[in-house]
């Protein structure tokens, strides 16, 4: 999944230009709609830096490298008080508890990192798809947690809805 660079509605029809950073993930969800358009959930396993577009139709397809979260067993700690923190932020957080049980389900059998907490917290929080890249460039969990709290910061001193945008929580 990647997401395109400011001014692609010129070339939206042929090939607009990405970011470099992309989220590869596992299609769990795939719903068509009525104006043939498509609703995806998409389950986030790693990012990726685009080394090089290849050649491909319809679909776009790259040469990727692997971006590793980075978090020392050390700052694991620090790492639970700052999601702690972020969590308290997210206006509707009843909303977000279903994110993350729905998440575990997904996780089940899977080392999860406080990395993906990190991202479903900000999944279920109100960003704009430039700040949600913002944080998925970030490898840095730590920064990442930073970063995400200030966000919430700023969406809380804009007197951001109190809830969270989207459908009713599901648990499948």
């Known amino acids: ?8 509605e010129e070339e939206y029809a042929g090939s607009p230009a990405i ?3 992309v989220c590869v993930g596992q299609i769990l969800r795939c719903q068509e709609g ?7 959930l998409l389950y986030g396993l790693f990012r990726a830096e685009i080394l090089e577009e290849l050649a491909s139709t319809p679909f776009r397809r790259a040469r990727v490298r692997v971006l590793e979260d980075r978090l020392g067993p050390e700052a694991v700690e620090e790492a639970a008080r700052r ?8 206006p509707g957080r009843q909303g977000l508890v279903w994110e993350m049980r729905r998440m575990a389900n ?10 993906c907490y990190a991202d479903a917290v900000a999944n279920a929080s109100d960003l ?7 944080l998925l460039e970030e490898t840095d ?13 700023r969406r809380e001193a804009e007197g ?11 648990l499948n």
């Open 83 to 90: 999601l702690r923190k972020a969590f308290a932020m997210v």
């Open 160 to 170: 951001a809805p109190a809830t969270v945008p989207g459908q009713e929580p599901r």
């Open 19 to 21: 970011h470099s950073t």
């Open 34 to 40: 009525p104006t043939g358009t498509y609703d995806l």
């Open 128 to 134: 704009t798809p430039e700040e949600r890249y913002g």
């Open 1 to 8: 999944m990647a997401l395109l660079k400011p001014g692609y």
């Open 141 to 153: 969990v730590l920064r990442r947690l930073d970063r995400l709290v200030e966000l919430l910061r």
């Open 106 to 115: 997904v996780l089940r059998g899977v080392d999860a990192s406080a990395g």
